[in-house]
């Protein structure tokens, strides 16, 4: 999965694809333990992908974090009319 697609869903469907790529490697990893798949390439595909979901969802936490600050400061400085030195 391409990061471009990534960032545009939401959080709520990056936290449901997060959990649908875990449950995905599980599988896959039960798998292998049992001798029926020695498929490392699309084990290897699925973490890095659940590594991509888990970065932008980080990123959506920043910028949203980020944001939520510089407006409490902005409604700081304009509503108190003189700046306390």
Same mark, same amino acid.
């Given at each position: 999965?391409?990061?471009?697609?990534?960032?545009?869903?939401?959080?709520?469907?990056?936290?449901?694809?997060?959990?649908?790529?875990?449950? $995905?490697?599980?599988?896959?990893?039960?798998?292998?333990?049992?001798? $029926?798949?020695?498929?490392?390439?699309? +084990?290897?595909?699925?973490?890095?992908? +659940?590594?991509?979901?888990?970065?932008?969802?980080?990123?959506?936490?920043?910028?949203?974090?980020?944001?939520?600050?510089?407006?409490?400061?902005?409604?700081?400085?304009?509503?108190?009319?003189?700046?306390?030195?």
């Amino acid at each position: 999965m391409k990061a471009e697609k990534i960032r545009n869903l939401t959080d709520v469907e990056l936290k449901h694809q997060e959990r649908d790529l875990a449950d $995905q490697l599980f599988k896959l990893k039960f798998q292998m333990n049992m001798g $029926q798949t020695e498929s490392l390439k699309k +084990i290897r595909g699925l973490r890095r992908d +659940i590594a991509r979901v888990q970065t932008v969802l980080r990123e959506q936490e920043l910028t949203a974090a980020k944001t939520a600050a510089s407006k409490t400061t902005i409604g700081k400085t304009t509503t108190s009319g003189t700046e306390k030195r």
